[in-house]
């Protein structure tokens, strides 16, 4: 299985194969694949998969360059606004998993109360920098959030704006002392503490859907992958990694 190392999270191979058997997927299922379903795919089939996980974007730019993914899991939508829809069966997709938005603090740090729409405001507004990602949904919908709750100007003076890889990095080296990101990404730095959830009146939950590429609908393996991918043993994954069912 080639992946990036846990410790080069925002170092990414320039090229994974373009064969029926890679996978381009969403940085918000990664623990759950490395970590669950791609191991299990292995040991059911005796075969390697080449993945890359990168934003949704920047895959679909991959794409949009010539890279020839047999399966490809971004946001819901995604795909089929892209200007490489012939490349996939778009009939084929299917959602798989969705994530919510999360909040994160340095370990051993103080937890502050996020359980109500004014205890995050209030963390948000005292916190020395608030890290978040430029942008990934999370990011689109968090500058949005503040702005509706009449904090940008306050947030985003001070903010950490993090372009690629998760945004509890900044926790651990000081950059931040509250992270905002997919709980799925949050989880991908154990060091980070995750409290909890954005309030239930200002969640926002991105869903995520795979697709097939039309080269690699008769390959035998490409489409048993692409059924474990949203099979019984993937939704645990999925659950156990921050995600929910679609």
Known sequence: MTVPSSSADRAVPDHVSDSALSLFCAVALKKALEEHVLPAFMRATGTTVDVLFEPTGLLLERIEAGARPGIFVGTAGSLEASAVTDIFDLPSCKPVAKSGIGVAVPPEAPRPDIGSVDGLIGALSTARSVAYSRNGPSGIYFARLIRDLGI???????????????????????????????????????????????????????????????????????????????????????????????
Not at 164 to 169: D, F, N, S, V
């Open 152 to 246: 940008a100007d306050q947030v985003n003076s001070r903010s950490t704006m993090v372009d690629q890889g998760p945004t509890a990095y900044a926790l651990i080296d000081g950059r931040a002392d509250i992270a905002i990101h997919q709980l799925s990404e949050l989880m991908l730095v154990p060091e980070a503490a995750v409290i909890g959830p954005l309030p239930h009146p200002v969640q926002h939950y991105t869903e995520f859907s795979a697709t097939i590429s039309r080269t690699a609908l008769n390959d035998a393996l490409a489409s048993a992958l692409f059924g474990f991918l949203s099979g019984p043993l993937a939704a645990r994954a999925y659950r156990a990694s921050g995600l929910q069912s679609p």
